[in-house]
């Protein structure tokens, strides 16, 4: 782990093992953080903030774009540690270190706009607010993208001039501990500090901790919930959360076909296994065109190939984890019996190559219905159900049907069908004919039950932020 600048053990000494997901080989071990290790880094972040912050913009600047070049020296490094600790698949992963790096140069950029207001008054009065760092900014990240997170996520804490305390994900450690060799040779001692260890000892000590009042969260709605509720028995805090999604892909009758399959598929994140918050799920299709998209779906995912996701050429890895290889098997069984329809995948695939590991087919539900497991709750996983309408107010009140609000996609030639639905859909994240992409600078976040916050935009920044008023009398 990282802490104030030194790389050490927990005080416990006790690890965990990690495990490459397609192999089921222990490939390494990471210290297992508890409270105590927890205090060490909040009194290493409070050592270091102050001077940090008072760098000014522009040093603070220099140091991120130095961050980001050092993480940049590494990045084939990190990339192999990355694949074997998720068993997301080698190409796409290969953007993630980019995001990194390209999100701290963003808020390098960024960090002289980090100004106050003045209010007019009168004559002899002035009025302004300075934006001030809160100090130290825990950052809590989920195992789907460990590496990205860890940097383009905190990215804005440090623009802002906090220390942040990383706590990567338990079952994906590896590539945030070699993060902790960079940040421990580019940035200043204890501004950047890495935490491992698992939800309810490390993270939830962190949650607790009363010295860290900015907590930004990206993980499940249930654990959202739970941190809320802890960081609230113990002080009044700013939590963010990033959470999950049941997202809805609306395709009119007008859309092409091919185009929409295509869509589909994109947007399911098969690469990583489906394991993104942004994946659309849900794939809505006019009953016009529900056959000839569904066919074409059917057709590409089941020739996704499965396997090494080492392999440039492999479309999909294994799940992350025992606890995610269950929970997408337990929907194969709920999925069936609720009367969805299997069109392709359903199973555990058969073959040598797939005894070892948590290995699940890419899967395509039709026909399913909102009162079905599949349609309301998250998978995480590679599962599409797809389900059809007729009149616009119905696809309105299918997509808005689930407790999250993350992202929607919807799919027309029609500008103002598009517009009109877009207004409708109770999600934070829309796409008009486009489907999975982020776009830098541009906010992300959650409606409903999906989030409480926007990231990866200037407001990201600002919220790292306190604003104190000064009221000067000038006479
Ligand atoms: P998770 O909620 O199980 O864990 C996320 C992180 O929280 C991990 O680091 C974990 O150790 C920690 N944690 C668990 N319990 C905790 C507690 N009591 N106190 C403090 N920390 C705790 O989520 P996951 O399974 O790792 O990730 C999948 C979820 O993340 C999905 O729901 C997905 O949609 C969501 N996600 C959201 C976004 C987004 O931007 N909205 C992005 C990626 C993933």
């Given at each position: 782990m990282l802490i104030g600048g030194e790389l050490v053990h927990s005080v416990t000494g006790e690890f965990d093992d990690s495990i490459n997901p397609a192999t089921e080989e222990v490939i390494g071990r990471s210290p297992r953080a508890s409270a105590e290790d927890?205090?060490?880094?909040?009194?290493?972040?409070?050592?270091?903030?102050?001077?940090?912050?008072?760098?000014?913009?522009?040093?603070?600047?220099?140091?991120?774009?130095?961050?980001?070049?050092?993480?940049?020296?590494?990045?084939?490094?990190?990339?192999h540690v990355e694949v074997k600790d998720t068993g997301n698949t080698i190409t796409p992963m290969r953007g993630?270190?980019?995001?990194?790096?390209?999100?701290?140069?963003?808020?390098?950029?960024?960090?002289?706009?980090?100004?106050?207001?003045?209010?007019?008054?009168?004559?002899?009065?002035?009025?302004?607010?300075?934006?001030?760092p809160y100090g130290i900014v825990a950052r809590i990240a989920p195992f789907n993208h460990p590496l990205m997170f860890a940097v383009a996520r905190t990215a804005a804490a440090l623009a802002a001039g906090n220390a942040?305390?990383?706590?990567?994900?338990?079952?994906?450690?590896?590539?945030?501990?070699?993060?902790?060799?960079?940040?421990?040779?580019?940035?200043?001692?204890?501004?950047?500090?890495?935490?491992?260890?698992?939800?309810?000892?490390?993270?939830?000590?962190?949650?607790?901790?009363?010295?860290?009042?900015?907590?930004?969260?990206?993980?499940s709605a249930k654990t959202g919930r739970m941190i809320q509720k802890a960081a609230a028995e113990v002080a009044v805090k700013h939590v963010t959360l990033e959470l999950g999604g049941k997202n809805p892909l609306i395709a009119f009758a007008d859309a092409d076909p091919a185009k929409v399959a295509e869509a589909a598929i994109k947007g399911m994140n098969f690469a990583w296994q489906g394991q993104s918050c942004g994946s659309t799920s849900r794939l809505l299709l006019h009953t016009d065109i529900y056959d000839a998209v569904l066919e074409q779906i059917v057709e590409k995912v089941s020739c996704l190939k499965l396997g090494d996701p080492m392999d440039p050429d492999t479309g999909m890895g294994p799940m992350n984890s025992l606890r995610q290889y269950d929970k997408v098997l337990s929907f194969f069984e709920s999925s069936v019996k609720d009367g969805a329809k299997l069109m392709t995948g359903g199973k555990v695939p058969e073959g040598t190559q797939f005894q070892k590991g948590f290995w699940v087919e890419p899967t395509v539900y039709a026909d399913i219905k909102p009162s079905m497991r599949l349609w309301h709750e998250e998978v995480f996983g590679p599962i599409l159900g797809v389900g059809r309408w007729s009149t616009f107010d119905e696809a309105v009140e299918l997509a808005n049907s689930v407790e999250y609000g993350l992202t929607g996609a919807v799919w027309t030639n029609n500008i103002h069908d598009a517009l009109k639905m877009v207004r409708k859909i109770r999600s934070g994240h829309t796409w008009i004919n486009g489907v999975g992409a982020h776009y830098l600078g541009v906010p992300f976040g959650g409606y409903k039950n999906s989030g409480v916050g926007r990231e990866e935009g200037i407001e990201e920044m600002f919220s790292y932020t306190e604003a104190k008023t000064v009221n000067i009398v000038l006479d």
């Amino acid at each position: 782990m990282l802490i104030g600048g030194e790389l050490v053990h927990s005080v416990t000494g006790e690890f965990d093992d990690s495990i490459n997901p397609a192999t089921e080989e222990v490939i390494g071990r990471s210290p297992r953080a508890s409270a105590e290790d927890v205090d060490r880094a909040v009194q290493a972040a409070n050592a270091a903030w102050p001077q940090w912050s008072a760098l000014g913009p522009a040093s603070r600047a220099k140091a991120l774009r130095a961050f980001g070049e050092a993480v940049q020296e590494r990045a084939e490094e990190i990339l192999h540690v990355e694949v074997k600790d998720t068993g997301n698949t080698i190409t796409p992963m290969r953007g993630d270190v980019g995001m990194g790096v390209t999100s701290l140069n963003y808020y390098a950029g960024l960090a002289h706009e980090l100004k106050g207001e003045t209010f007019p008054s009168t004559e002899d009065k002035l009025h302004l607010t300075l934006r001030e760092p809160y100090g130290i900014v825990a950052r809590i990240a989920p195992f789907n993208h460990p590496l990205m997170f860890a940097v383009a996520r905190t990215a804005a804490a440090l623009a802002a001039g906090n220390a942040v305390i990383v706590k990567p994900p338990e079952t994906s450690p590896l590539s945030a501990m070699v993060l902790a060799e960079i940040a421990q040779s580019v940035l200043p001692p204890g501004v950047f500090n890495i935490l491992t260890g698992d939800g309810p000892s490390a993270g939830d000590a962190i949650v607790r901790h009363p010295e860290i009042k900015r907590i930004a969260f990206i993980g499940s709605a249930k654990t959202g919930r739970m941190i809320q509720k802890a960081a609230a028995e113990v002080a009044v805090k700013h939590v963010t959360l990033e959470l999950g999604g049941k997202n809805p892909l609306i395709a009119f009758a007008d859309a092409d076909p091919a185009k929409v399959a295509e869509a589909a598929i994109k947007g399911m994140n098969f690469a990583w296994q489906g394991q993104s918050c942004g994946s659309t799920s849900r794939l809505l299709l006019h009953t016009d065109i529900y056959d000839a998209v569904l066919e074409q779906i059917v057709e590409k995912v089941s020739c996704l190939k499965l396997g090494d996701p080492m392999d440039p050429d492999t479309g999909m890895g294994p799940m992350n984890s025992l606890r995610q290889y269950d929970k997408v098997l337990s929907f194969f069984e709920s999925s069936v019996k609720d009367g969805a329809k299997l069109m392709t995948g359903g199973k555990v695939p058969e073959g040598t190559q797939f005894q070892k590991g948590f290995w699940v087919e890419p899967t395509v539900y039709a026909d399913i219905k909102p009162s079905m497991r599949l349609w309301h709750e998250e998978v995480f996983g590679p599962i599409l159900g797809v389900g059809r309408w007729s009149t616009f107010d119905e696809a309105v009140e299918l997509a808005n049907s689930v407790e999250y609000g993350l992202t929607g996609a919807v799919w027309t030639n029609n500008i103002h069908d598009a517009l009109k639905m877009v207004r409708k859909i109770r999600s934070g994240h829309t796409w008009i004919n486009g489907v999975g992409a982020h776009y830098l600078g541009v906010p992300f976040g959650g409606y409903k039950n999906s989030g409480v916050g926007r990231e990866e935009g200037i407001e990201e920044m600002f919220s790292y932020t306190e604003a104190k008023t000064v009221n000067i009398v000038l006479d």
